[in-house]
T-cell receptor, first 114, second 114 residues
Framework: DAGVIQSPRHEVTEMGQEVTLRCKPI?????LFWYRQTMMRGLELLIY????????DSGMPEDRFSAKMPNASFSTLKIQPSEPRDSAVYFC????????????FGQGTRLTVV | AQSVTQLDSQVPVFEEAPVELRCNYS??????LFWYVQYPNQGLQLLLK??????LVKGINGFEAEFNKSQTSFHLRKPSVHISDTAEYFC????????????FGKGTLLTVNP
């Protein structure tokens, strides 16, 4: 398995534009997580899905952020409109059900909003 | 609610010296505990985890951690570090049950100098 695949690896966009980050979890994993990493706030959980259903989106900072998981092999995180303070590295991770299992992380998308 | 405190944001050491990275957690229920490592421009990968049983857990790359319930700690140790251990290390806690949320500490940057 190729692991968790995120695209793009780097994204530079202008303030006000829509940004879509993509994630393909490991096949057979039924939990998917979106994290944001910044110097100031560290690693923050934005939202997680179990069996394609959003379970906890309390970490989503604003209504500008939305996430979907239309099927077990694909998820998106969308920011519309983007702002400079959204600049961060966004990680997707997946795991099998249960809190005692390892979460496997993608390599992240580095987003820069100018 | 669960939380994780990593007491040191940066730990510089010389090569072949021992190192301890400290982690304290708070949770009202039994927990699962994890240490992840992040190399530059990479995602996080699991070093080791404590689920139950022996309080001393051994992981990859010669790292080990000890679960101390009375002190609510899960410190990471290595008896002799290498230059290649330079990375950021994250402690994480999960409280089990049907909530799959992993809560991460803010990370400790370990820098190994020659």
């Amino acid at each position: 398995d190729a692991g968790v695949i995120q695209s793009p690896r780097h994204e530079v966009t202008e303030m006000g534009q829509e940004v879509t980050l993509r994630c393909k979890p490991i096949s057979g994993h039924n939990s998917l997580f979106w994290y944001r990493q910044t110097m100031m706030r560290g690693l923050e959980l934005l939202i997680y899905f179990n069996n394609n259903v959003p379970i906890d989106d309390s970490g989503m900072p604003e209504d500008r952020f939305s996430a979907k998981m239309p099927n077990a092999s694909f998820s998106t995180l969308k920011i519309q409109p983007s702002e400079p303070r959204d600049s961060a590295v966004y990680f997707c991770a997946s795991s099998t059900a249960g809190g005692n299992t390892e979460a496997f992380f993608g390599q992240g998308t580095r987003l820069t909003v100018v | 609610a669960q939380s994780v405190t990593q007491l040191d944001s940066q730990v510089p050491v010389f090569e072949e010296a021992p190192v301890e990275l400290r982690c304290n957690y708070s949770s009202s229920v039994s927990v699962y505990l994890f240490w992840y490592v992040q190399y530059p421009n990479q995602g996080l990968q699991l070093l080791l985890k404590y689920l139950s049983g022996s309080t001393l857990v051994k992981g990859i790359n010669g790292f080990e951690a000890e679960f101390n319930k009375s002190q609510t700690s899960f410190h990471l140790r290595k008896p002799s570090v290498h230059i290649s251990d330079t990375a950021e290390y994250f402690c994480a806690v999960h409280s089990g049950g049907s909530n799959y949320k992993l809560t991460f500490g803010k990370g400790t940057l370990l820098t190994v100098n020659p």
